[in-house]
Structures are given as structure tokens and as C-alpha cells.
DNA sequence: TATTGTTATACTCTATAACTATA
DNA sequence: TATAGTTATAGAGTATAACAATA
């Protein structure tokens, strides 16, 4: 066989991904725009809700961001007084990050507004296969 | 019911698409580092490949970018010396991106290291699912 | 020795506005 | 009036290296 290129561009999951990727974030992003923050704001509140202070580390894992990154991320939220950061007495070099009761009405107040971008960000799918498709990509990125 | 915050960060599409795509780009960049270029480059020489001429505007409608990007995106394979612009006979505002002979060969060389790109990004999945999981993801960004 | 968080920095990516030439 | 491509530019995102504090 020969001039085999495999498959078409159009199966090429790593263009696909970047596509559905790019397309969600901008719709998330403009959606909490009047909220003042963006969607990786949003997400880092709810992990630190929802483990109830959380190390910065535990968060760049989660959200597949670089240590870095994760500074600035806090300090923004910080600023907006959605989240502090706590010492860890069990490990003094963590800084234990968790919502302040601001985040937590914040996260209330978002929530639908998150909801209905999951629900658009998967428009042409029926239920049963936004749930394939979720734990699909759930095991895509080995969680 | 109060204080229903919707589901676990961990189900959030947004959230998985972000980290599924920057992992698979990061992967297929660093596969191709040593050919000079990154994924989205090969990608273009792909769909001109496939198109047998294709429009900057299709180019940026497949790989989900705005026009301003392509530009750019052409200018560096031109300057490699695999694809090339042509004036469009039917309309003049176009330029046809095709190309080199150079960009076939090419295709042929990065084919193989690109396919083993796409496998590992789907790594968790066996073939059935990895079908599946693409079929959706086509209908997610609507092609 | 290894790890957490931090700073500084450079690079890539994304998005917009303003422009030209064509339609 | 609208569209294809271009340029310049600003803003967001990503990645690295070097460092202090702690394990």
C-alpha cells in the first residue's frame, strides 16, 4: 500500500478536541464575563468547595495547569474575595485554598449559568449520549 | 431544594475538553518538534492535501481558527516550502492553498507519528470506543 | 534530595479593529 | 454592502527556570 495517509482530517481527534475545546471556552468565558471572572475562576472555587480546602497543586492536577499558573489564579479570586488561602498544618509548604462564604453564594448565583453552557457546549447530543460521551472523556484524560 | 450547586467538577465538559485537548496538543507538538513544525501546520497541509486547493477561509473553518491566524499559518509552511498559494481563477479576493511536492512527501513521513499521536490521546479506549468517541465528538463541534 | 509555592520571563495562542481588493 | 485576505496589536494562555521554605 502505498500514499496511505491514514485517516481524514476529519476524524483527527486531536484537531476535533481543539475545536470542541476552543468553541466551549468561549462560550463559558462569555457567559460569566458580567460575573467578572471566567470559567477556570469559576471551576477553582468549586474545587476548593467541594474538597473544602484544597492544596494549589490538587487544582492545577484537576484543571491541567501548570503549578504557575495556579499563583496567578488564586491570587485573582483572592482579590475578588472568593476564595483564601490556609495554612496547612500538616505540611507547612501547602497552602490550603478553600471558598469564602462570598465564593459559596457565588457559586450558587453561577451555577445555572454553568449549566446551560454544559448543555449547549454538547447541543446536537441526546441525553444518553452526553453521558457516553462525558465518561468517555473522563477516561480520555484518566480520571 | 437549596443549595444545588449541579454536578461534580469532575463531570464538567468544559473543564475535561480544556484538559483533553491541552494534553493532546501538547503530545502531537512534542512528536513533531523535530520536524520543525506543530500540529496545526501539519493539519493545514492536510486539508490542502485532501482539498486539492482550498481557500484560507475553509482552512480556518475546519481547524476552528480566525482568519488572522491562518495568515500566519500559511506564511510559515510557505516559507517551508510545503503548500503554496494560487490565485482563484473563479474569484479573485481568494488564494487557493495547495501544496509543494515537498508537502506531500511530507504527509507521507509525519503520517505514521501522527496516527500514534491520535492513539495515545485516546489511550484509556478500546477501538469500539474510540469510534465512538469520535463520532460524538464530530457531532459536538458539528461537522 | 524532593516537593510546594512563588517570581520572572518568554513564547504561543486568540481576538479585534482597520485596511485592500474584490464581489 | 459583503467577503477574502492582510497587518498590527493587545490580551490570554502556556511553559520554563530559578528560588525559598519545608519535608
Known sequence: ????????????????????SGSALRTANAALE?????????ATVKIAAEGGGVPQRQIGAVLGLDPSAVVAL?????????????????????????????????L?????????VQERSMGGLTAAERDTFVRLLRRVVNE
Open 1 to 20: 500500500m502505498t500514499g496511505d495517509q491514514g485517516t481524514s482530517i476529519r476524524e483527527d481527534v486531536v484537531v476535533l478536541l481543539a475545536r470542541a
Open 34 to 42: 458580567p460575573f467578572g471572572f471566567r470559567a477556570r475562576h469559576y
Open 74 to 106: 488564586v491570587d485573582d479570586l483572592e482579590s475578588l474575595g472568593l476564595v483564601q488561602r490556609q495554612p496547612d498544618p500538616d505540611d507547612r509548604r501547602t497552602r490550603l485554598v478553600s471558598p469564602t462564604p462570598a465564593g459559596l453564594t457565588m
Open 108 to 116: 450558587e448565583k453561577v451555577s445555572p449559568v454553568v449549566g446551560r
